[in-house]
């Protein structure tokens, strides 16, 4: 069925899929993304959903991923063409259609999962960079889109808080990363040092390896302030969640160095509790900055 637009039903129904997909993997919405207008929720749950869906091609597809990621792509470029059956595809047109978003930043998050199918090490920082660009920032560009915020300024910004937060969730995730034989520390900075991908793989904690979490932690932290003015570039409560998104990431390299940069025997994390009392404490600074 060739140029005919999905039903009114159709789509009301992919969203709703979307939705589900979403608040299935609650954790990954604060409580500040649950505070955002009605009007834009299906659209960001329905990029959710593909991002999800595209992760997932890329970390657990049977058979070849490589192939299986090919094909995603293809239904992605053809849905203009297509009346897909896809709920996903089917909401995210629509999304695509109501903001202009372009697909570059779609295509681009494919091929990041393309990446993660090769042997996974990153050279210099520079590389693993162009990697984020692809995944993260890319996240970061349909969000902004979405939120009517995008512009050469904004998306600068956001580039800088999104590679810091996917920088985070890296050191976070180094065992489990391992597990999947995905390294995503730059191995100049392991050679830099003194820490071998042989410690890793045994879970060496030294000292090496505590100033080789520091180093990464600060680089970090850097980025998170480069991209910080971005939240008094946005208006509307987006605004909160820009706050949260990064008070939540330089809460869990706070986490790392608690932990004495030990991320193989617990998972750095912050509670409920602390996502709360980050969440009271970023809407209070907002609120104040309103008054004359």
């Known amino acids: ?33 649950l505070m955002l207008p009605r009007s834009i929720k299906p659209d960001l749950f329905a990029i959710y959903a593909f991002c999800r869906k595209t992760d997932d ?19 992605v470029l053809d849905f203009k063409n297509t009346v897909s059956k896809d709920p996903i595809l089917i909401a995210l047109h629509e999304t695509i259609k109501r903001f202009s978003i372009p697909i570059v930043p779609f295509l681009k998050l494919i091929q990041a999962n393309r990446m993660d199918q090769q042997y996974v090490r990153f050279q210099t920082f520079k590389d693993l960079e162009y990697y984020c660009d692809h995944s993260a920032n890319s996240v970061g560009e349909m969000v902004l889109h979405v939120t009517e915020s995008y512009s050469e300024e904004n998306l600068l910004l956001s580039n800088y808080t999104c590679t810091a937060l996917q920088l985070t969730n890296f050191l976070q995730d180094v065992k489990r990363d ?52 971005l939240v008094e570039r946005i208006s509307g409560k987006f605004k909160l969640d820009i706050a949260l998104f ?24 912050i509670s409920s509790r602390e996502k709360f009392q980050l969440f009271v404490t970023s809407l209070l600074k907002m609120l104040s900055r309103r008054r004359p």
Request: glycine residues 6%.
């Open 1 to 33: 069925m060739t140029n005919v637009a999905p039903s009114t039903f159709l789509v009301k129904n992919a969203y709703r899929e979307c939705e589900k997909i979403a608040r299935s993997h609650y954790e990954n919405f604060s409580i500040g993304t």
């Open 246 to 269: 990064s008070r939540g990431g330089l809460r869990i390299l706070e986490s790392i160095e608690n932990q004495s940069f030990d991320v193989f025997s617990k998972r750095p994390t």
């Open 57 to 75: 091609i890329g970390d657990a597809a049977k058979g070849d991923r490589l192939k299986a990621l090919d094909s995603w792509e293809h239904q």
């Open 178 to 229: 391992l597990l999947m034989d995905r390294i995503y520390l730059p191995l100049e900075d392991m050679t830099r040092f003194q820490y071998a991908e042989e410690d890793l793989k045994n879970s060496v904690l030294n000292n090496h390896f505590r100033e080789l979490m520091a180093f990464e932690i600060s680089r970090a932290r850097l980025l998170f302030e480069s991209g910080y003015g």
